[in-house]
């Protein structure tokens, strides 16, 4: 099995001959035709995999690729020369693809005709060869434009790989992308607005280091996929994933601060949480839209047919309203332009890089003064983490009414850093499933519960501060009247919080 390490980035075809111009090196140019195969019930791609073969310059080979095979961005790769068309299956067999396809029949799913340029660079003492691939994928009459250049090192420290792509980040706008070809022609084949992301599956006996590389590429994959899908289509939803790709990232290197406390790692973090930040004023009118505004909207009584015309009270809510939407509406227009400026912005193309960097090459791999800690159990690693996150929601929780809004808000924030660490870290422990399915649970309730509460504690100020902007006073009249029950809801959302802990406190852990 060849191993690989490569970086793969997403570019405007336009970008290709900028991209060319800053890539010295022995050129070569040739024509990649695949066709890509799996069982009827696509187990090669539930199970990772993805199985081709490629018609090239040097004959027809056919290629098995993991999804991750140690590194960050490194794959595991099965390559041998076939004679026919299909799948040779004698090859097949001594692969880890052997068991998965379990003797059912291969059949083709999508095709891929690429024109690939490649460059073989000598660099700091490193080779890398770059391939900038220009084409298309096939399925039945659906096609979907290819535009890529991976960079793959050959030889030599995973530093100059990254020192290269950031180089030429300089220049052009890359975007970092972790989704394969592979994966890109399933969710063509099968009409799939994205495909599904792959969460890390840790074995029992991981260490520290392996853990967090493992989650570390399964965050960096969901943050990058998220912002296609906001680039490329913006809605609630999109905007949602994003914010808490990058929440669940930066989460992430707070629960492994042990091993991401370099100034690198710091970076990283930071810019995660200008991300979030970016994306807040978007997501918080979202909220307010679907909870306050429509049902407000909705359930207005239709006119009563009999009345010639309505009241002068309905008439001036119904205009109070729409003044009120129409405010509500530029500010969203707003909200999302700042969210399409943040992941169309070189400072986000920097953070996927700088990620990944850190992730794969980054200090804490080779500091000879975390080796303990990187060669750690990872499952002694997190019972110690998870009992510390749990210890302190469960004090800071006890009285919950004599909390401030502020500390509650700060509570919620705990709450949603142990989900994501249950999240990431409950595959560590096997054997109480149904335990680890009630602690998620009501970790996840009482984060929900909070999370109304910070929500409603908010509205009254989200509310004026549209309403001010837009300078009518019939927009603040509506927005007075939308937020005028906060307190009734506020006990009424407390309780239930209250009553969330308490399921919380008394749930036993799986660890």
Known sequence: MDHEIELKFLIAPEASSEILARLEGREAVRQLDATYFDTADHALRKAGFGLRVRDGENGRKQTLKSASSGGVFARGEWENPVEGPEPDRDLLARTPAAKIINGDALTP??????????????????????????????????????????L?????????????????????????????????GYVLALGEAEGPRAEAVLAPDATVGEALQALGRAALDR???????????????RVHKLRVAARRFRA????????????????????????????GAARNLDVFVADV???????????DPADAEPGAAVQDEARALAAFGKALLAAQTKAYAQAG?????????ALAIDAAAWLEAGAWTTDKRLEKIRAKSAAD???????????????????????????RHHLRIRGKKLRYALED????????????GRFVAATRDLQDALGLLNDQAGREALAREVATACEDPEAAFAAGRLTANGAEREAELLADAQGAYVTFAEAKRFW
């Open 223 to 237: 943050l990058c996929a998220a912002a296609e899908g906001l680039r490329t289509r913006p809605g609630p939803e």
């Open 293 to 303: 505004w429509r049902p407000a909207v909705e359930g207005r009584p239709a006119p």
């Open 109 to 150: 799913v999508f095709a891929a005709n690429v024109t690939r340029v490649t460059r073989l660079i000598e660099r700091d003492g490193a080779t890398i060869e770059a391939a900038l691939d220009q084409g298309e994928l096939l399925a039945d009459d659906r096609r979907a434009g290819i535009s890529e250049l991976e």
């Open 425 to 436: 870290l409950g595959g560590l422990f096997p054997d109480h499933p149904k335990r680890l």
């Open 381 to 407: 690693f997190a019972r110690k983490a998870l009992d510390k996150r749990r210890r302190r929601i469960r004090k800071d929780g006890r009285d919950l009414a004599g909390l401030s809004p502020e500390d």
């Open 252 to 279: 992430l290197l707070s629960t492994f601060k042990a091993l991401a406390a370099d100034p690198a790692a710091r970076h990283v973090k930071a810019e995660l949480k200008w991300l979030a930040d970016a994306l």
């Open 341 to 349: 400026e943040a992941v169309d912005s070189a400072r986000f193309r």
């Open 152 to 184: 793959e090192l050959k030889a030599g420290a995973p530093r100059v790989l990254f020192d290269l792509a950031r180089d030429l980040a300089a220049h052009a706008p890359l975007r970092l992308s972790l989704v394969s070809k592979a994966e890109r």
